[in-house]
C-alpha cells in the first residue's frame, strides 16, 4: 500500500498549488481522507480531512477560505486545492488514509501514510 503525494513546490505569497495524493496497492473510497503538514520544529497539524463520499470535510482555522479539500474515488486521489498561500503555509504537506469512513481530525486515526511533498511560500 502506497501513498503518493505531490504538487508541491515554491511559490510568492499570494499564489496558488494544487496537491494530489494517489494511492496505490488498495482503494480508499471506505475511508476517510486527510492531508496534514509538518513545519520545522513544530508538531504535526492537521489541514483538511475528508468523509469517505466527500460529504464532510473539516480545515483547521488557518486554511478556512483558502484550502479545498476534495476527493476522487474512482482515480483513487485526494486533492488539495491551496489559494492566497502565506509564508507561514511552509511545512512539509502529507496525505494520509484514515482507520474510518469519516472526516477523523486527529492524526492518529490515521493509518497509511504518504512520504510529503514540500511546500515553501516566500514573502
Known amino acids: 500500500v502506497q501513498l503518493q503525494a505531490s504538487g508541491g513546490g515554491s511559490v510568492q505569497s499570494g499564489g496558488s498549488l494544487r496537491l494530489s495524493c494517489t494511492a496505490s496497492?488498495?482503494?480508499?473510497?471506505?475511508?476517510?481522507m486527510g492531508w496534514f503538514r509538518q513545519a520545522p520544529g513544530k508538531e504535526r497539524e492537521t489541514v483538511a480531512t475528508?468523509?469517505?463520499?466527500?460529504?464532510?470535510?473539516y480545515y483547521t482555522d488557518s486554511v478556512k477560505g483558502r484550502f479545498t479539500i476534495s476527493r476522487d474515488n474512482a482515480a483513487n486521489t485526494v486533492n488539495l486545492r491551496m489559494n492566497s498561500l502565506k509564508p507561514e503555509d511552509t511545512a512539509v504537506y502529507y496525505c494520509?488514509?484514515?482507520?474510518?469512513?469519516?472526516?477523523?481530525?486527529?492524526?492518529?486515526?490515521?493509518?497509511?501514510w504518504g512520504r510529503g511533498t514540500l511546500v515553501t511560500v516566500s514573502s
Open positions: 494520509a488514509a484514515g482507520i474510518h469512513a469519516g472526516a477523523s481530525i486527529s492524526p492518529q486515526l490515521y493509518r497509511y
Open positions: 496497492g488498495r482503494t480508499f473510497r471506505n475511508n476517510g
Open positions: 475528508i468523509s469517505w463520499n466527500g460529504g464532510t470535510t
